[in-house]
C-alpha cells in the first residue's frame, strides 16, 4: 500500500531535521512518496522561508537524494499567495526545478501596513485582527477565504495546502463560530470554485503535530462538501520534524472515510492516480 506526504518542511526553511535526515526517517516508516516542500514566497522571504540566494543550492540537494533514494522523492515548494506581490506558479517556480506545487495561503491583506498572519501565535493572530480589521474578526475570515478562492482560480498550483487553516487559533481565540451560516457559505462558495479546477485538496495534520487544534485540516464537514464535489484528495503530514511524519495519519484516514471517501489520490510525475483508502 502507498503511504505519502507531499508537504513536509526540513531546516532550508523552518523545520529542524536536514533533507538526508527526513528521507531516511520516510524509510523507516514505510513511506513510498515523499516531496520536499519548502516555504517559498519568491521573490521575497521571511526568517520561516527559503531564502532567496538558497532556491538552487535546495534544488541541488533533492535532486541529489532522489536519484539514490529507494522510493518516490520529488522537488517542490509551498509557495505563499499574496495577491500582487507572490504566487504559487510555475511560470516562477519551475526556473528551481519544480515538480510540485503547494498554494497556501499565511497573510491575508486588510487595512493595516502589514498582512494579517492567519495561523502565528494567538496574540499574533488576535493583534491581526485588530489592526488590520479594526477587530471585525468575520470581515477578517471572510477576506481570508476570498484569497484562498483567488489563489484557486488564478494560479496553477497543484495541491491547496490546510485549507482551512483559519481554524487553527480559534480553539484559543474563539473569534468567530464555525457553526454561523456566514462561514458555512464561504466554505461552499470555497468548495464550488475548486471543483471547477483540477486541484488537489490535501488532508493536513500539521496541527495535530504542533498541538495547535485537534482536528485536521480540512474538518470533516468540509470534506463531505468536497467528496460531494467529486474533488480529489491526498494525504499529507506538513511535517516540520522526522517524528511527526506520520502524526494523525489514523485519524486522517478516519476523517476522510467519514466523509465519504474511498480513495486518495498519488502524484506520478506527471499526473495523479487514485488508489483505495
Not at 520536499?36 to 537524494?65: C, G, M, N, S
Not at 506581490?85 to 503547494?102: N, V
Not at 464561504?186 to 495534520?205: F, G, M, P, S, W
Request: aromatic share 12%.
Amino acid at each position: 500500500m502507498r503511504k505519502a506526504t507531499y508537504h513536509l518542511h526540513t531546516t532550508w526553511c523552518d523545520g529542524t531535521a536536514s533533507p538526508a535526515q527526513m528521507l531516511q526517517a520516510a524509510i523507516e516508516r514505510g513511506f513510498t512518496d515523499i516531496a520536499f516542500t519548502a516555504h517559498a514566497a519568491w521573490p521575497f522571504a521571511t526568517e520561516w522561508h527559503l531564502p532567496v540566494k538558497a532556491y538552487q543550492r535546495y534544488r541541488q540537494e533533492i535532486d541529489t537524494l532522489a536519484l539514490k533514494a529507494p522510493i518516490r522523492v520529488f522537488t517542490g515548494f509551498e509557495a505563499d499567495f499574496i495577491d500582487g506581490i507572490t504566487a504559487p506558479d510555475y511560470s516562477i517556480y519551475r526556473t528551481f526545478g519544480a515538480q510540485l506545487l503547494i498554494g497556501s495561503v499565511h497573510y491575508v491583506p486588510g487595512e493595516g501596513a502589514t498582512p494579517w498572519s492567519v495561523d502565528g501565535p494567538a496574540e499574533e493572530v488576535a493583534a491581526g485582527i485588530t489592526n488590520s480589521f479594526a477587530g471585525n474578526a468575520e470581515q477578517a475570515v471572510r477576506a481570508y477565504w476570498a484569497c484562498v478562492r483567488k489563489m484557486i482560480e488564478v494560479t496553477d498550483a497543484d495541491i491547496i495546502g490546510h485549507l482551512d487553516i483559519i481554524r487553527k487559533r480559534n480553539q484559543t481565540l474563539a473569534f468567530f463560530d464555525e457553526d454561523a451560516p456566514w462561514y458555512k457559505e464561504e466554505e461552499e462558495k470555497t468548495v464550488e470554485c475548486i471543483a471547477k479546477t483540477d486541484k488537489v485538496v490535501e488532508i493536513n495534520t500539521g496541527g495535530i503535530a504542533r498541538k495547535a487544534i485537534d482536528d485536521v485540516y480540512p474538518s470533516t464537514r468540509l470534506l463531505t462538501l468536497l467528496c460531494q464535489a467529486g474533488v480529489k484528495i491526498t494525504l499529507s503530514s506538513d511535517a516540520h520534524t522526522a517524528e511527526d511524519l506520520d502524526t494523525g495519519y489514523e485519524k486522517a484516514r478516519q476523517s476522510a472515510l467519514k466523509a465519504g471517501f474511498t480513495g486518495l489520490w498519488f502524484f506520478e510525475g506527471d499526473g495523479w492516480t487514485q488508489e483505495a483508502l
